[in-house]
């Protein structure tokens, strides 16, 4: 199962760091292989700070396959052990992604239980990313409540309905946000979407810099709907296949 993110062109919504949690999560269970496709501090940047190339960049430009880009990581934490694969990045991907590297995508996945795909902010317009969003099986929409997307995410939702993509919604507060202004959030975006809603948390904030420590520290709040999504996420996958 690939995994792709979305936030409508708006960077700053947290979708690294939800991104970043989940697959960590997915790890401690499951085979998950993490592509960063993002030019810096992305999710290479959260697990590993500075990684050894290869990189991403590299499999776009033609030098190396994806299998020859995947190196094997592992993250410890007290007495939990996280084991995934990834292909980091470190650079800006100046070119179109061949059909060639989306077909060795897609062919690597069998080998995987799970793919996560971190993508950087883009409109839709920008093909770079939106191809790699298509050969997804689930769309993940990160909004905050303080951001009106609402006709983007619509149009974005519409279009990969029809192509018969799983859409899960993700609300993430990266600052302190009434509840008022959540629910009505949570309205705009729950057209039979299943939402899923992360609330502050100041251990989170802190992630980018201080992510071992961050992940010592979230609060249960934040834990439920991270624990509900990747159930889900399971479930569907055996659903899916």
């Known amino acids: 199962m690939i995994i792709a993110p979305y936030s409508g062109g708006k960077g ?11 697959s960590l999560l997915l790890s401690s269970k499951f085979k998950v292989l993490i592509i960063d496709t993002s030019p810096d501090y992305g999710i290479s940047y959260m697990l590993l700070k500075y990684p050894d190339p290869p990189y991403f960049k590299d499999v776009v430009r033609g030098d190396l396959s994806i299998r020859e880009s995947i190196s094997r990581y592992k993250f410890t934490l007290e007495d ?6 990834m292909i980091p990045n470190k650079g800006s991907i100046r070119c179109n992604l061949s059909d060639n590297v989306l077909k060795q995508i897609k062919d690597v996945s069998r080998e995987y239980d799970f ?6 902010s883009w409109q839709r ?3 770079r990313y939106h191809r790699l969003t298509l050969i997804s099986n689930v769309l993940l929409i990160v909004t905050t409540p303080l951001v009106n997307h609402e006709p983007e995410m619509l149009n974005i939702e519409n279009d990969y309905l029809k192509r018969k993509k799983i859409i899960l919604y993700v609300i993430n507060c990266p600052v302190p946000i009434p509840s008022k202004v959540i629910k009505n959030t949570s309205r705009l975006v729950n057209n039979g979407n299943d939402v899923y809603i992360f609330p502050y948390d100041p251990a989170v904030a802190l992630s980018v810099v201080f992510f071992e420590k961050s992940l010592k520290a979230i609060s249960r709040d934040f834990q439920k709907p991270l624990l509900s999504l990747a159930l889900n996420l399971v479930r569907w996958k055996y659903e899916y296949t």
């Open 80 to 85: 939990i052990s996280y084991d995934f694969y």
């Open 125 to 127: 317009g920008d093909i």
């Open 115 to 120: 793919i996560v795909i971190d993508i950087p």
């Open 12 to 22: 700053g919504v947290g979708k690294t760091t939800i991104l970043t949690y989940l």
